[in-house]
T-cell receptor
Framework: GENVEQHPSTLSVQEGDSAVIKCTYSDSASNYFPWYKQELGKRPQLIIDIRSNVGEKKDQRIAVTLNKTAKHFSLHITETQPEDSAVYFCAAGGGGGNKLTFGTGTQLKVEL | GAVVSQHPSWVICKSGTSVKIECRSLDFQATTMFWYRQFPKQSLMLMATSNEGSKATYEQGVEKDKFLINHASLTLSTLTVTSAHPEDSSFYIC????????????FGSGTQLSVL
């Protein structure tokens, strides 16, 4: 089955700096890679996703890049703000239905 | 985006009792829903895939007789934790694909289960 690794587990940045979270996956059949943001005690929220036929996607301050050959994808948050503080999960799926395998999560803390 | 409703948001029960958690897709039909378990500061661990009108598919290591899943309609899936024990205490969360064939998953608000 699919195995997704995520790094770092914790990330602290100063407000206004950029944050980068990286994930690798194992199943070459996976073709859908979403990122979720989960605030404490709340549900995960889809913030951006990318499919394997695209190398990069951007939505305002958030961007995701995908290297299908190397089987890794990254989340980039620019001009970070305190409200970006949360746990971020990457996921991979689509190889067999819409089942997703999640990474272990990254606790992002944006400091003033 | 699509709305997934999950109830209850928290429940406390005595050891040995059963607890039912509901997951509803409010504005779309979901032929497939997923149930996860999440421990504090850990990832979402898929427990089972719930398929409307058929038996659920359980992940390895998940006891199907303990975690009963029913997906009787296109908008409702239920997870029943039977004979709950303290080690079953956890955050349970469901998700549903926003439409048949869609890869985008939307999550319920989760249920914090505490077994005394």
């Amino acid at each position: 089955g699919e195995n997704v690794e995520q790094h770092p587990s914790t990330l602290s940045v100063q407000e206004g700096d950029s944050a980068v979270i990286k994930c690798t996956y194992s199943d070459s059949a996976s073709n859908y890679f979403p990122w979720y943001k989960q605030e404490l005690g709340k549900r995960p929220q889809l913030i951006i996703d990318i499919r394997s036929n695209v190398g990069e996607k951007k939505d305002q301050r958030i961007a995701v890049t995908l290297n299908k050959t190397a089987k890794h994808f990254s989340l980039h948050i620019t001009e970070t703000q305190p409200e970006d503080s949360a746990v971020y999960f990457c996921a991979a799926g689509g190889g067999g239905g819409n089942k997703l395998t999640f990474g272990t999560g990254t606790q992002l803390k944006v400091e003033l | 985006g699509a709305v997934v409703s999950q109830h209850p948001s928290w429940v406390i029960c005595k050891s040995g009792t059963s607890v039912k958690i509901e997951c509803r897709s409010l504005d779309f039909q979901a032929t497939t829903m997923f149930w996860y378990r999440q421990f504090p500061k850990q990832s979402l661990m898929l427990m089972a895939t719930s398929n409307e009108g058929s038996k659920a598919t359980y992940e390895q290591g998940v006891e199907k007789d303990k975690f009963l899943i029913n997906h009787a309609s296109l908008t409702l899936s239920t997870l029943t934790v039977t004979s709950a024990h303290p080690e079953d205490s956890s955050f349970y969360i469901c998700s549903a694909a926003a439409g048949q064939g869609s890869e985008k998953l939307f999550f319920g608000s989760g249920t914090q289960l505490s077994v005394l």
